[in-house]
């Protein structure tokens, strides 16, 4: 027991060492890009009608802290994230950006845990079949299918998908909600409607990683099916899926549950771009835009370290999990 | 028959040549006649081949200027026109398309389309067309094909009436040339970073790794988003293009750092190395002269292997307006506009560059493959 909780001790510390680090490289990202909050806001101000002077943006600058040394400004930022839970103020709205991206953030969450399930629920079993089926027709074609998922981007993918609906259906299926619930306060049927509109994206955010995961998992158990193991299971009477759920895969799925945080950082890579092809302004597109139409830096940083901080708990969940059903590893800790 | 006969019968059987060929063959070699006798990969590598080609001989097959210079006026959102041999008025030799006219009158309730008319435009071959520089140095007005007058788009054009076949080939070597500047930044980081962490091993290894571990954490697109949205809109388009590169090899070094490690940290205490440390040598010579070459084929491999990915971010960058902007032409610049639902409806020739450009990744995709599986020679064949 206590050799666990000092693994579990060393696993967290190690993520913390993680997020960390990534929090000074989103950091410096957003402090190396030309420009800084101060002068976007009252750059944004001059639009506005305001008369700017430069000793206003010097006085915006001390109000915001932004004279303070960067190391200081870091350490500030961080454990504000850390310690409060406050991701800091948006540079142009001047609201708290939890504030501003906290309901997006969990659709984006949910959207991307949604193809997560989905990624695992075809490829495990899939992957498992076409390794027990090698070199027949359904193992071809699957092949093929996770040949196409590396080279058709899921935006392409939408794009295709859309182009065939407007076709013969004559629906574009974009958006994430119907024209009644798009400001409704949350219900049972707004989320309803939710469900009714977001298999698309789910399906076409998990499509590259289910290609490539069924491809990972036949070869982890072609791997695994030649052992001698398996032979003498097969001498002592077992066969077909019980055979191969016992032993085989047993061993195979190990490497799969590590794998499951980078599957994640894959779909998140997706987000932002299937949510421009598919309209679904409430889910990626508000990165896009924080990114891409208003320089917003602070709302950036603060988007992708969340991004960060999701893969990385999953990572450490998964190593645990990991320890715990691996008997080699468990017995270690609780014998 | 000898333990090296056993384990490789069939190589000398098949071939007929003696088996000194095989045993003095040189690793290239070895990797070619793997590589060859792999039929998938063997056709992918024509396709990328030819690919390749397309994109450096961009400016002579295409027949028109790609930019808003070589536009077509009048024929704007226009279908593909495929030469044809005959039509309602027999048959002719010649290849040919009909001319198209500007009309607008009652019967189209009085507004402006483009129609065909009967009158036959002749395909011709070598015809002069606008200047270019070929591989940037020959001076040319030679193209491929043309008309005998005016414009002729087999793929289509765009809302401004640009030709979408001369885009398509000026988009591959412009992906082509990104994907290659990004995989070369990042393969010198790599080599740096991976080289030293191996080399050096300790706590020096131990803070690259959690670094490297950091940067493949972090999600790239959001990142390169990130980074590309604060490029001023006053950069040229070259600018961009570097840039853009510049962006994909910072951000996209991080798997292969890790493989150059694990290879460096494998062959570090092997004898030879010794023996050069031995002899005085200093690490930079070791690594350079010793340890990189006896894994030239992986990193080959790797580039191949990663190089889809760079011209897939590109793709996904320029697609939502980050990327390279208008008068540089890539896939993603193409596809801007698609998902308006008119283009969706109506122009459908806007797709055709999208499978020349999975034809592309999964050339490159097969190949990497072959090459991966040809790279060690004396691995038995799985």
Known sequence: MAAFARFLALR??????????????????????????????????????FVVTDAD?????????????????????????????????????RVDVGQLIGDKLLISLALAGGALVLTYLVSVPV??????????????????????????????????????????????????????????????????????????????????????????????????????????ARARGLSGWRLLMRYPARHALGPVVNSVGFDLNRIFNDLPIVAAVLILTEAGALLLEALARSNDQQLAGAIILSMTLAIVALNFVTDVILAVIDPRIRKGFFA | MSLIDRIRPHRRDRTGRSREDYYTASQGQLVW????????????????????????????????????????????????????????????????????????????????VTRATDE???????????????LGVIPMDRHLFGVETGFIHIFGTDAQGKDIFS??????????????????????????????????????????????????????????????????????????????????????????ARRIRTHVLAERTADYVLAARMSGAGPGHVIRRHLLPSFTSYIIVDLVISFPYMVLAETSLSFIGLGLKDPVNSLGVMLQNVTRVDVLLNYHWYFIPVPIFVAIVLAFVFVGDGLRDAADPYAEKR
């Not at chain 1, 998922?149 to 994430?176: E, K, Q, R, V, Y």
């Not at chain 2, 803070?207 to 390169?224: E, N």
């Open chain 1, 127 to 232: 992957g498992i079949a076409s390794a027990a089926l090698r070199g027949g027709w359904l193992d071809g074609g699957l092949r093929i299918l996770s040949y196409l998922g590396l080279a058709l981007p899921n935006f392409l993918l939408a794009l295709a998908i859309m182009l065939a609906s407007t076709i013969w259906f004559g629906d574009t299926l974009t958006g994430l909600f119907s024209e009644e619930f798009r400001n409704a306060p949350w219900s049972w049927a707004r989320f309803a409607d939710f469900l009714s509109n977001a298999w698309l994206p789910i399906l076409i955010l998990g499509w590259s990683a289910m290609a490539i995961q069924i491809q990972t998992v036949r070869a982890l158990m072609s791997d695994e099916q030649g052992k001698l193991y398996v032979t003498a």
């Open chain 2, 167 to 256: 885009r398509t080939m000026h988009a591959i070597g412009v992906s082509l040339a990104v994907g290659s500047a990004g995989v070369l930044i990042s393969f010198g980081l790599a080599l740096v970073i991976g080289g030293v962490a191996g080399y050096f091993g300790g706590w020096i290894d131990t803070v690259l790794q959690a670094l490297m571990d950091t940067v493949k954490t972090v999600p790239t697109i959001p990142l390169f988003m990130a980074v590309a949205a604060f490029i001023p809109d006053t950069w040229t388009a070259e600018q961009r293009f570097f840039f853009i590169s510049l962006v994909l090899g910072l951000l996209g070094w991080g798997t292969l």
């Open chain 2, 120 to 134: 036959r435009n002749y395909v011709t071959f070598l015809p002069r067309g606008y200047e270019y520089r070929l």
């Open chain 1, 57 to 93: 943006i010097r006085a915006e600058e001390v109000r915001m802290g932004l004279d303070r040394p960067y190391l200081v400004r870091w350490i500030d930022w961080i454990t504000g994230v850390f310690f409060r839970f406050e991701l800091g103020e948006s540079c142009l709205w």
């Open chain 1, 12 to 49: 967290f510390a190690a993520a913390m060492a993680t997020m960390l680090l990534v929090s000074l490289i989103v950091f410096s990202l957003m402090e190396l890009v030309p420009g800084n909050c101060a002068e976007r806001y009252i750059a944004y101000k001059a639009t506005q009608g």
């Open chain 2, 33 to 112: 006649q793997r590589f060859r006798a792999n039929r998938t990969a063997r056709a992918a590598l024509y396709v990328l081949v030819f690919f390749v080609l397309c994109g450096i001989f961009a400016p002579f097959l295409s027949p028109h200027d790609p930019t808003a210079a070589g536009r077509n006026a009048d024929y704007t959102n226009g279908a593909p026109q495929i030469p044809q041999f005959c039509d309602a008025t027999g048959c002719s030799l010649r290849p040919f398309i009909h001319g198209v006219e500007r009309h607008r009158g009652a019967d189209t309730n009085f507004r402006w």
